[in-house]
């Protein structure tokens, strides 16, 4: 090893989108002159383009395909089955990933002179100095710097359950090397990344199963919306376990057998694969945070300031590893360029609350702000009206009137708070709700706004004006 | 009084000129005491009164803010 330190004048634990976003920050920043360590394991550009975001966008995307076309909605289109080969597809995703990963990471870090990669964990021996190790536990190098963030992410969870490693499962880190269509499948948790993996595998043909522990999905969202989203998967196909707990998990043949507990009492399912998708937990416990005197949460999440501090003066945090309730790619960016602004001297501070979430199933799922529940709990009352989308033009064209909408004001000068969509585009449209939130719109700032008619976006219009008249008795140009 | 030394990363230096705005804009500072300044290392040491001013706040110091095309962070936190 060359044991002599490093010195930069920032160090990154991480090589994933938050790091990323303040590599390049920093450097426009200096103007290129900041050298900047950026530490991590596995392929550039960490969760996000490898794991997360894009290959589990491109395989529902695929699924659609196959599925749409098999579940016409309009008058006289008929039924057409779809050839595909799935390993093909699984191809071309990891193909895709492949190029994504070398167009927006691999090709862009080159660019960047003042930034030096190194492949390794790094751990903290002081406040400024980490050293970083091999897959063998060898030391390779050890770096300095005078700012420090740690952005190292977070990796999915694997509950002790009876069986499940000798039995054997995947998870949102190794689905992406499959080439065969499990025929039929158990996914263990009904959050986001289960019910998109889960909705893919179901359109392309598997028999899924979910197994959740809490009684209802998606818990963060309006309960309208999780359960009207329930049904639509219900509708297609999907089997839902609510309020279960996984007791055993054995092999019985060529099948993988799951044992459950449910008010009904035990119950079992006999599948081709498991899914593991009961959450994630950050990569925080071989970073030595005690050394460095970085406070943690019960869960080793980071705690930080709205400015991305931590508790240790010069080191900061950004993304997955990080306190909150969100964990997203936009976030993980946005706390990395906040992280590197506040280090050149800026009072830059996340904004968590006009931050838009979604879940990319069909329909979709997206919100940004406060639940209704949220705002009442904090301040007593609330307003809200909810807008099936059975009563707008265009989804009523398309057939797809699976959906509402849903906005929350302050009932004292209805100013927009929160707004959650079930929607086929419903990740396109929140950007309305992420302005109305953030730049504290009212009601009539939306209605005063010119929509496409017909389109899904009018919908938002729709929810709005349903807070000042009845939508049953307004034609369909009224302003 | 508190005299504390503070040391700066400072960017975008490129000549003596440089070095002389960076000075002079950081000697102005309420609670600044001494500023030594070198371009080679891009870095400066800045003496100050910390009962006046905390060392962060020197980030702030105009010369640092666009559209000067200098910027700064802490060395030693
Ligand atoms: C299946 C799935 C789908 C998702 N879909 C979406 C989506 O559609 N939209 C969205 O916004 N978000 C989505 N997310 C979330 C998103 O992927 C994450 O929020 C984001 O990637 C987090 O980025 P990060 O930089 O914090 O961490 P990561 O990208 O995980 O990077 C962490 C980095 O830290 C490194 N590291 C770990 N330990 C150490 C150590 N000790 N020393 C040095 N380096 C270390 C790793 O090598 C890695 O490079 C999804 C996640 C999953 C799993």
Redesign the interface.
């Known amino acids: 090893m060359n044991s002599e330190v490093q010195k930069f004048d920032l160090v990154i634990l991480g090589r994933g989108a938050a790091a990323f976003s303040a590599a390049i920050k920093a450097s426009e920043l200096s103007n290129g002159e900041m050298t900047i360590a950026m530490i991590g394991v596995g392929p550039l550009g960490g969760t996000c383009v490898n794991f997360g975001c894009v290959p589990s966008k491109y395989l529902l995307e695929a699924s659609h395909s196959v599925f749409r076309p098999e579940h016409p909605r309009m008058a006289g289109i008929h039924t057409t089955m779809v050839k595909y080969e799935f390993s093909e597809v699984m191809e071309g995703l990891r193909s895709y990933v492949g190029h994504a990963r070398d167009t927006k990471y691999a090709k862009v870090i080159e660019n960047y002179s003042n930034v030096s990669l190194f492949t390794g964990l790094g751990k903290f021996v002081d406040k400024k100095t980490v050293v970083v190790s091999d897959s063998n536990g060898k030391d390779v190098a050890v770096v300095s710097g005078s700012n420090m963030l740690i952005a190292t992410g977070s990796h999915p969870t694997v509950p002790n359950i009876e069986g499940l490693k000798e039995t054997g499962f995947l998870t949102s880190d190794t689905i992406w090397g499959i080439n065969d269509l499990p025929e039929s499948v158990a996914i263990i948790g009904g959050g986001a990344i289960g019910l998109e993996l889960g909705q893919a595998l179901l359109h392309f043909g598997s028999k899924v199963t979910v197994i959740e522990a809490l009684d209802s999905l998606l818990p963060q969202t309006e309960p309208e919306i999780g359960s009207a989203l329930k049904m639509y998967l219900e509708e297609e196909g999907m089997k839902f376990y609510m309020r279960a707990r996984v007791s055993k998990i054995n092999k019985n043949g060529g099948m993988k057998s799951v044992e459950f507990i449910t008010h009904k009492g035990n119950e079992k399912i006999d599948v081709q694969e498991i899914i593991i998708a009961t959450g994630r937990q950050p990569n925080t416990e071989y970073l030595d945070l005690k050394t460095a005197g970085v406070d943690t949460d019960p869960r080793g999440l980071i705690i930080t300031s709205r400015t991305m501090k931590t508790s240790a003066s010069g080191i900061y945090a950004a993304g997955d590893c990080v306190s909150k309730k969100m964990f997203l790619e936009t976030l993980a960016a946005r706390e990395g360029v906040t992280a590197v602004s506040n280090m050149f001297g800026e009072d830059m501070k996340i904004d968590y609350e006009s931050a838009t979430w979604a879940v990319f199933t069909n329909p979709q799922v997206a919100g940004v702000g406060m639940t209704e529940n949220e705002f009442s709990r904090k301040n007593g009352s609330c307003s809200c009206r909810i807008f099936s989308l059975e009563n707008l033009t265009k989804a009523s064209i398309t057939g797809e009137t699976e959906g509402i909408i849903k906005i929350t004001v302050d009932p004292k000068d209805n100013t927009v708070v929160g707004m959650q969509i079930l929607a086929p585009n419903a990740t396109d449209i929140i950007t309305e709700g992420a302005y109305a939130v953030g730049k504290g719109y009212k009601i009539d700032d939306i209605i005063a706004t010119s929509h496409i008619f017909p389109s899904i976006s009018e919908g938002v219009k729709l929810a709005a004006q349903s807070f000042i008249r009845d939508l049953s008795k307004m034609a369909c140009c009224v302003e | 009084m508190k005299e504390e030394r503070v040391k700066l990363?400072i960017?975008?230096m490129t000549c003596d000129d440089c070095v002389n705005t960076v000075s002079h804009g950081l000697k102005k500072q309420d609670g600044v005491l001494d500023v030594k300044i070198s371009l080679k290392d891009?870095s400066g040491e800045i003496e100050i009164d910390s009962d006046k001013i905390e060392p962060?706040k020197?980030?702030?110091n105009e010369v640092?803010e666009k559209p000067s095309?200098y910027?700064?962070?802490?060395?030693?936190?």
């Open positions: 990363r960017y975008g891009g962060e020197l980030l702030k640092f095309h910027r700064a962070t802490l060395m030693d936190q």
